[in-house]
């Protein structure tokens, strides 16, 4: 596959140093991701997502689909033009919008049919045209169309969509091949104000040709490891992947028997790929990920959290519309460089947010993408020096004993 390649580096453990190579650039891993789904990351304008540290940024299939519409955002030049993002790109097929919005869908072999929550119009979402969507997308990495299902499902109902799952990526597969080989169709004819540049609906060979695309599998299964190790085996038979996402965690299952799903997978990934684990994003979880292989994470909870006014810090997660910090001129951390804590205090974040003035939620949603994407620095340096282990298991201590023993206004606990 033109353009992709992935080494690794030091280790320490199970964790690893690895460099992602796509046609935007390369990204340094172990990182952590911000999800941009409507090609935006809320709130945040792109240089300031960059600015945060940002190697790759996520956008959504399925609501693209939906709003523009996938055609559209290929006739608008494609997604790096559209979101005005020069880096690595992604994006998610949607399995997980279809899975959280159960009363407008339903799932059958061939696919998923629901109903546009916007209009009420109906739409027929099979493995086949989520490729053809994602390649008018244009993103470097795609991914599967797979059936997520709730955490905690028993055994037979998670072997089901498991199984299921893999008979959607070989079509998947063999979609993105024929794409590949015979290009894409022509977008439908848009017409643009007098002045404005032309739209991509002209049917030339570059636009015809998709730009190079990697296709990601999901591993499925939930927490069951015989599952997983099924699914992994299932992949690693149905081709040679670029990469490899691990998904369905997150989805309100024990945090232990998320990291026992970790130690699953991990030995059975292969190591010359980069592995992606999916909608996992707290500090705590990324860290444990990190020490188990893990190599690239998004998660939209963390600039969510921040627009409703919680914050991660070293020492746990702070609200930050608690009282107590109405007098308090300390930063929200000392080490971190976002704008949050370099040029503001906890009284005055606390009186953006008490007073619903927008900067204070696009400060916070900053601060909490930035805090994720310097902690995956912070690792990679420590895995670089050697000491990751100790340093991730003192942070570890430090960052759970917070969150157990909120701080006050003063410091003390």
Same mark, same amino acid.
């Given at each position: 596959?033109?353009? /992709? ?27 952590? !991701? ?8 809320? +709130? ?13 940024? =996520? ?22 033009? %559209? *979101? ?8 998610? *097929?949607?399995?997980?919008?279809? %899975? ?42 795609? !991914? ?31 979609? /993105?091949?024929?794409?590949? @080989? ?8 848009? *017409? ?42 299932? &992949? ?7 990469? &490899?996402?691990? +998904? ?9 028997? !998320? ?26 979880? =990324? ?9 690239? /994470? ?18 746990? $997660?702070?609200?930050?519309? $608690? ?22 205090? @906890?009284?005055? =974040? @606390?009186?953006? !947010? ?14 909490? &993408? ?6 995956? $620095? ?28 909120? &701080? ?6």
């Amino acid at each position: 596959m033109s353009g /992709f390649a992935f080494r690794s580096g030091s280790s320490d453990g199970a964790a690893r140093l690895g460099w992602f190579t796509t046609p935007h650039g390369t990204i340094e891993t172990p990182a952590f !991701m911000p999800v941009g789904t409507h090609a935006s990351v809320r +709130g945040l304008a792109m240089h300031e997502v960059r600015e945060a540290g940002a190697q790759m940024v =996520l956008a959504n299939a399925y609501h693209l689909y939906l709003r523009p519409g996938d055609e559209m955002v290929r006739a608008l030049g494609g997604l790096h033009a %559209f *979101s005005r993002w020069d880096g690595p790109m992604l994006t998610d *097929s949607g399995g997980y919008q279809v %899975f959280s919005l159960a009363r407008y869908r339903k799932v059958s072999e061939a696919g998923v049919e629901f109903r546009n929550k916007l209009d009420g119009s109906l739409h027929q979402y099979t493995p086949e045209r989520v490729m053809q969507i994602e390649r008018n997308i244009g993103a470097d990495v795609i !991914m599967q169309l797979d059936e997520l299902i709730e955490g905690g499902s028993d055994h037979r109902a998670s072997r089901k969509a498991m199984e299921r799952s893999l008979r959607w990526l070989e079509r998947c597969r063999v979609e /993105f091949d024929r794409l590949t @080989r015979e290009g894409r169709a022509p977008v439908h004819a848009y *017409s643009a104000p007098d002045g404005s540049l032309r739209l991509c609906t002209h049917p030339e060979h570059d636009d015809l040709q998709a730009p190079p695309q990697a296709l990601f599998p999901i591993v499925q299964g939930g927490t069951y490891a015989d599952l997983r190790t099924a699914s992994i085996n299932g &992949i690693l038979q149905s081709g040679d992947w670029q990469g &490899i996402a691990v +998904g369905g965690l997150s989805v309100g299952e024990a945090k232990s028997a !998320m990291y026992d799903t970790f130690d699953t997978c991990a030995p059975l990934l292969p190591m010359d790929k980069p592995r992606y684990l999916m909608g996992v994003g707290f500090p705590d979880d =990324l860290l444990e990920a990190v020490s188990r292989g893990m190599d690239l /994470f998004d998660c939209v909870a963390p600039t969510r959290m921040g627009r409703h006014g919680t914050v991660f810090t070293p020492d746990g $997660k702070v609200q930050v519309q $608690k009282s107590s910090y109405r007098t308090d001129r300390r930063p929200l951390t000392e080490t971190c460089p976002c704008p949050a804590c370099t040029h503001y205090d @906890r009284a005055y =974040l @606390r009186h953006l !947010m008490v007073t619903e003035e927008p900067l204070g939620p696009r400060l916070l949603a900053l601060h909490n &993408i930035t805090f994720l994407i310097s902690l995956m $620095k912070q690792a990679r340096q420590q895995l670089g020096a050697g000491g990751y282990a100790s340093w991730s298991r003192d942070w570890l201590s430090r960052y759970r004993a917070g969150t157990k023993r909120p &701080i006050a206004a003063d410091g003390s606990t």
